[in-house]
């Protein structure tokens, strides 16, 4: 799935799945916009949902807004990647635009669920590195669901006692960040990119790269 395009420093690797989960308003929103901002060479997934599009929210931009039939009609043509129940909601990453990033040598950053991450792993296990952010504590958990002042109370109580269930699936993810300050999770998130960029495996283009410079060293 993953065909190659150039590092930064100019030498081939294939593509990675960068994936951040957390219980609703730990932050996965907040990391993922920094990153697309900050980070060349990172592709946002824009997944499709069937969920009530919030305030300030733009279709296609944040999601591809659907309703149920249009979306059971992408899940039986095939077009999603990974798809899950969320909130009662439909969510679903759509396969095209992923597949065109990673051929093109781009990353691609998903805001997905621990069932989505499955999936993917699933698929793609070598290409996808998985990020799992928490809160610092309940109370600062719920003040974000609020602060953020987009849901119902209603829908926020939902939220909050589903992050105990979410929260459950840590342990499947490759990396923890705790969520304080913005910056410093961003900083961290940011680290791992870095670092997975730079694994030898994905390095499609070292071995030709380090004939090269053999070859220049006995020339
Ligand atoms: N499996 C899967 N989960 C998704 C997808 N898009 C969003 N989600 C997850 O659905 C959950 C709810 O997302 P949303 O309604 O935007 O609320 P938020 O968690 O407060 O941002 C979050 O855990 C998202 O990571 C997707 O395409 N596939
Ligand atoms: N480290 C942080 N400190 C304080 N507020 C934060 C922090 N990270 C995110 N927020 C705020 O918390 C709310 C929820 O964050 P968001 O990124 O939407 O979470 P998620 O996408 O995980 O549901 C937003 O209003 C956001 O501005």
New binding site residues.
């Given amino acids: 799935m993953t065909a190659g395009g150039h590092g930064t420093d100019g030498v081939e690797r294939r593509g990675l799945m960068f994936v951040l ?5 730990a932050g ?2 907040t990391l993922s916009r920094l990153l697309i901002e900050r980070m060349t060479g990172l592709r946002m ?1 824009v ?3 069937t ?1 009530a599009m919030r305030p300030g929210e733009v279709d296609g931009r944040d ?1 591809l807004f659907v309703d149920k039939a249009r979306f059971d009609a992408m899940v039986k043509g095939d077009e999603l990647l ?3 129940t ?2 009662d ?1 439909s ?3 759509p396969r095209a635009p992923v597949e065109a990033a990673l051929s093109a040598g781009q990353d691609v950053l ?4 621990w ?3 499955q ?1 993917l792993r699933e698929k793609a296990r070598a290409d996808v590195v998985s990020v799992f952010i928490l809160p610092p504590s309940a109370a600062d958990l719920e003040k974000r ?1 609020h602060s ?1 002042a987009q ?1 119902s109370d209603e829908v926020i109580r939902k ?1 909050m006692s589903r992050a105990s269930h ?1 929260m459950s699936h840590w342990a499947e993810y490759d990396y923890i960040v705790i969520n304080h300050a913005v910056d410093e999770a961003f900083a961290e998130v940011q680290s791992i990119l870095k670092a997975e960029r730079l694994k030898r495996e994905r390095r499609t283009g070292l071995v030709g790269f380090v004939r090269g410079l053999q070859g220049q060293l006995q020339g």
């Fill in positions: 989960s957390s219980p609703s308003g996965k929103t997934s997944s499709a949902t969920r999601y990974e798809w899950a969320v909130f909601n969510y679903g990453t998903f805001d997905i669920d069932q989505g991450t999936q669901l953020r849901d939220r979410e």
